[in-house]
């Protein structure tokens, strides 16, 4: 027996699965005698490729036909054997697959657009017929992008770019994570080898010292979760090359201040045990702000779940934690391949690949409904890859960007003097306007100015996509322009307030203008305005609030409730059945956010216009304060619970408590013990030795809620327990 199949047998031996090896062994023998003679450009024998193909095709756990299929992928196209001949030998299925692969490889998707749209449209109609066809064709593309160093400079630039563009998306929206995290880092070698190398050595250089803190940690987090949960597995590793790139080269961040460059992974068996972890997380390690992601409430587009933290230790390196079941650790390595690898494995009432690939049919829909072929490549690419963009620089400099970004984007991207000077851009050697959005392959060149007082437009920060953009222009207004800035934002405040119907005296305007700027931290109005002249403060994100603060100061009737009322609220879809009111079927409710009603609270609607009914609980202040109102009369009505409802609803608590080892441990284990969802889960320090939570969970009523109240009450070190209404 050769080498090659030798290491495919003890692969298959090492999987644990039941594959025919007669049958694979049949195949390789026909596809090593078919490719005799053959060499691959590195001077290899031709075979070593599709066998390599195999090889990772068994390490993802497909089934006996995609191997056999992989390991025949290139020989109807290169070889004398025909498609009649596999079907005699394999079987239906293996020759449908290999013809699949055949016709993937004849499609190129760097080419014109109008090609590329049916191109791509050919692929999803495949990936339609049978997924197996796309995963042997990244299995494919993998072990090419491996192996590319003896191809020619522009073929494998060209390979890269479809590589970035079509197959790591693939994969991605497949959540074969693997391969897509190798198939990046494989290209960005080749589309920004600079960048590469740099990443690369800096990784080598503190390799050392990266293994040993890894270490250290595991060790620590095992000696704390372990005792309670002895079947924790930890791992900790580095992100890829690529994932580090995206964060320095694209989101400008120096690689220092990268906190997830490491990893931990925390793998347990149930959902429950994952919050109990994050609990005990927390609590050993100082959580960074804001960098709390529940993914298992709700998980990617791809299905990936996990809970994420970003967590330091005394004057460490921050890191990341991931915290998932097994389940969910299958799905984010292997995503759509886990589906064959733990087929005997998988629980559940339905399988889901079938709810897996619907984004296929409905882009395939999309096609059909559409006829600009432009608007169609776009949308599909923009969909496959939803992140970034390529672009060159006349010298042939590549740059990447988020997708969206418009040629002054690439300008700052160059360099913060050639933005600043820029007045014009020409893609592809025509001229462009300036919000012109910067495409995959384009060739950019910016065109500038060395006229004194030139600058930025204001315009600009609405143009922009990539924050680096828009700072580098408000730090060129706020240093060149304090005067024009002040003009501007008061102006703009002013405009603002009309908008929103907000008057005041003169003198009114003042005191209040003060008090807001006083509470946005500004020493004087003056810099107030001048910040948000400059673009530093969004005039659009604090206003709200300065309506709020508005209409408590200066007006009563309008209550702004109503507005909140028909903020989409994710709970209206579930509640129109629970609540019957008066003289009104069918008709749409919502529930106030103000006050969130509870079945079991008392409660009554507010005829709001055009928006249904909102319900709010009786003594919510608003609704006291509105049925005394004149202007309000005969739009509340009187609604209650339909004592049927089944549903569950979200409500949310905060508790304070002092803080100790194990509280967030002990919270979540009150709500397991009554078998209840927790939706969301925050928690955050207070500096006075004190503790918040907040979480969100799902209840039947009030009933339960008073239960789950006084368990928390229980608690030791709760200080307080507060259903939150907004
Ligand atoms: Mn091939």
Redesign the pocket.
Same mark, same amino acid.
């Given at each position: 027996m050769d080498e090659l199949l030798k290491r495919i047998m003890t692969a298959i031996e090492k999987s644990g699965r039941q594959y025919d090896t007669a049958v694979i062994e049949e195949a390789y023998m026909l596809a090593k005698e078919a490719h005799k003679g053959q060499k691959r450009e590195s001077g290899d024998e031709y075979i070593t490729?599709?066998a390599e193909?195999a090889l990772i095709l068994i390490e993802l756990g497909m089934d006996e036909e995609t191997i056999t299929a992989a390991l025949l %992928?290139?020989v109807v196209e290169d070889t004398a054997v025909t498609l009649e001949e596999l079907k005699r030998k394999f079987g239906q299925s293996v020759a449908d697959l290999v013809d699949g692969v055949t016709k993937l490889?004849k499609l190129n998707f760097t080419t014109k657009e109008e090609q590329q749209a049916e191109n791509i449209r050919k692929m999803l109609l495949a990936m339609a017929k049978d997924i197996r066809v796309i995963i042997i064709k990244l299995a494919?593309r993998l %072990?090419?992008m491996r192996t590319m160093s003896a191809k020619s400079e522009a073929k494998r630039r060209e390979k890269a770019l479809e590589t970035m563009e079509v197959y790591a998306p693939l994969a991605h929206r497949l959540g074969i994570y693997t391969i897509k995290e190798e198939l990046e880092d494989a290209a960005i070698e080749y589309l920004d080898p600079i960048a590469y190398e740099e990443i690369n050595l800096r990784l080598a250089s503190e390799k050392e010292d990266r293994n040993e803190f890894l270490q250290l940690i595991k060790d620590k987090l095992y000696n704390r979760i372990k005792p309670e949960y002895p079947d924790v597995y930890i791992e900790g590793r580095v992100k890829s090359i690529y994932g580090i790139y995206r964060k320095v080269y694209m989101n400008g961040r120096a690689f220092e201040e990268i906190y997830d460059i490491y990893a931990v992974r925390i793998i347990v068996d149930s959902v429950n045990e994952c919050y109990n972890i994050l609990g005990i997380i927390h609590d050993m390690l100082t959580p960074i702000p804001n960098r709390f992601k529940d993914y298992i409430s709700t998980p990617k587009q791809n299905m990936y779940q996990s809970l994420h933290t970003t967590v330091i230790d005394k004057g460490q390196m921050p890191f990341e934690v991931q915290i998932r079941t097994w389940d969910m650790h299958h799905t984010a390595e292997y995503g759509i391949a886990a589906h064959w690898k733990y087929k005997e494995g998988i629980t559940g009432p339905t399988d889901r690949l079938d709810e897996r690939l619907s984004w296929i049919r409905q882009l395939l829909e999309v096609q059909k409904e559409s006829d600009d072929v432009q608007d169609i490549v776009r949308s599909i690419k923009s969909d496959l890859s939803p992140e970034e963009v390529f672009v060159f620089t006349p010298k042939g400099d590549v740059k990447s960007l988020p997708l969206g970004a418009t040629v002054i984007d690439f300008a700052y991207a160059i360099h913060t003097a050639v933005g600043n000077k820029m007045v014009g851009a020409k893609a592809d050697g025509k001229m462009v306007p300036i919000n012109h959005q910067l495409k995959t392959g384009m060739i950019v060149e910016i065109i500038t100015s060395n006229v004194q007082g030139r600058g930025p437009s204001r315009d600009w920060l609405n143009i922009v996509k990539t924050s680096e953009a828009r700072n580098k222009i408000r730090s060129w207004f706020k240093k060149e322009k304090r005067e024009e800035n002040v003009l501007e934002g008061r102006t703009e405040i002013e405009k603002e307030f009309k908008r929103n119907n907000m008057e005041f005296t003169a003198e009114e305007y003042e005191q209040f203008i003060d008090e807001i700027a006083r509470r946005q931290k500004y020493l004087t109005t003056e810099d107030f305005y001048a910040a948000i002249g400059y673009g530093g403060v969004s005039l659009t994100k604090i206003m709200p609030r300065i309506k709020d603060e508005y209409q408590r100061s200066y007006r009563t009737e309008e209550t702004p409730f109503i507005e909140k009322a028909v903020q989409k609220s994710k709970r209206e879809r579930k509640a129109s059945g629970g609540v019957i009111v008066e003289g009104l079927e069918e008709c749409l409710v919502k529930f106030a956010h103000c006050c969130n009603p509870l079945p079991g609270d008392e409660i009554i609607g507010f005829v709001t216009r055009g928006y249904g009914v909102s319900i709010h609980k009786k003594d919510c202040e608003n609704a006291v304060r509105g049925i005394e109102d004149e202007n309000q009369k005969g739009r509340w009505v009187s609604a209650e619970w339909e004592t049927s409802a089944k549903e569950t609803y979200k409500s949310t608590i905060e508790i304070l408590a002092l803080d100790r080892g194990g509280l967030l441990a002990d919270v979540s284990v009150a709500l397991a013990n009554l078998r209840i969802p927790i939706h969301s889960l925050n928690a955050r320090e207070l500096k006075d030795g004190h503790a918040a939570i907040e979480i969100t969970f799902g209840v039947t009523g009030v009933e339960q809620l008073k239960i789950v109240i006084s368990n928390f009450q229980r608690i030791s070190g709760v200080v307080s327990v507060e259903r939150k209404t907004r």
């Open positions: 490729h599709p193909a %992928h290139d490889t494919d %072990h090419n």
